[in-house]
């Protein structure tokens, strides 16, 4: 191992002071729990589990990026090491809703130092992903609709050209006969196959107003979850900075906020 790469290792390796914060802070977190006398067991075993699945995902996206230092670095084991951390901080939202429902002092303390520590945490990982991405080739997409074949179309993220979107007449996870199988970055859908022929002439156009609008008509008022209106552009979940959010303790939305600062809610 050279001299640049054991410098990078050690700093991935100092990363373990961030995640031996949130270990700290996720001990709090559930004896505190513990001590809520009008929490019923069921409840207080599924948060304590929430925690305990926020911290396994954040050390799990620390121990990605130790191993990655072995050799050279891909962008799938960075990229695993991402969805990881992305998967850290919509526990951690979940537990702050289902915390709020308890108010108290030493809450309000406790959701504090978690936001905080985790914030610290969140940064120290991207300055590290930063810079193990600085030498690799970004895939500029060259295509707003990319024609993979005659049943199936992709839309990739107009930023890393990643694909975000795809159709497809196929079979979904629970499908007993073929669909139009529509996956996003938030879900994986299936609509009536006989949309497909509709759908295929808008994509061969490369509107994609119009596959949002054909996708608002056909399945949810949210259409396209990776597609900004505004921007009429296509992001992945990383460049569309997609949130998920909770309301007492239960999922309730995501909203993405595309690189130009456009917001709206992608998933409901």
């Known amino acids: 191992m050279n001299g640049e790469n054991n410098n990078m290792l050690e700093k991935i390796l100092n990363l373990r ?97 978690a936001e905080t520590a985790f914030e610290e945490c969140w940064d120290a990982f991207w300055i590290i992903y930063k810079k193990l991405l600085s030498e690799k080739e970004i895939v500029k997409p060259t295509k707003r609709v990319i024609k993979v074949s005659d049943l199936e179309y992709h839309l990739p993220c107009s930023v890393c050209g990643k694909s975000a979107v795809e159709f497809r007449i ?57 597609y900004c209106p505004e921007c009429d552009k296509i992001y992945c979940w990383e460049h569309y900075n997609a949130r998920e959010e909770y309301d007492d303790g239960f999922y309730d939305c995501t909203y993405g906020e595309c690189p130009k600062g456009h917001k709206r809610m992608i998933d409901d």
């Open 170 to 226: 196929g079979y979904g996870r629970l499908d007993e006969k073929e669909s139009l199988v529509f996956r996003g970055i938030t879900l994986e859908t299936s609509l009536n196959v006989k949309l497909a022929n509709m759908l295929f002439k808008i994509l061969q156009k490369k509107d994609l107003l119009g596959v949002h609008n054909f996708m608002k008509k056909y399945h949810s008022f949210e259409g396209v979850d990776a």
């Open 17 to 113: 002071d961030y995640v031996q914060k949130l270990e700290d802070i996720s001990e709090n977190i559930i004896n505190h729990l513990n001590s809520l006398k009008d929490l019923d067991d069921s409840t207080r075993n599924i948060w304590t589990s929430d925690v305990k699945e926020f911290f396994h995902n954040t050390v799990s996206a620390w121990e990605v990026l130790t191993t990655i230092t072995e050799g050279e670095p891909n962008l799938k084991n960075i990229d695993n090491s991402k969805s990881f951390l992305y998967a850290a901080r919509n526990h951690l939202s979940k537990i702050i809703s289902e915390l709020k429902i308890f108010p108290s002092q030493k809450t309000s303390i406790l959701i504090e130092k």
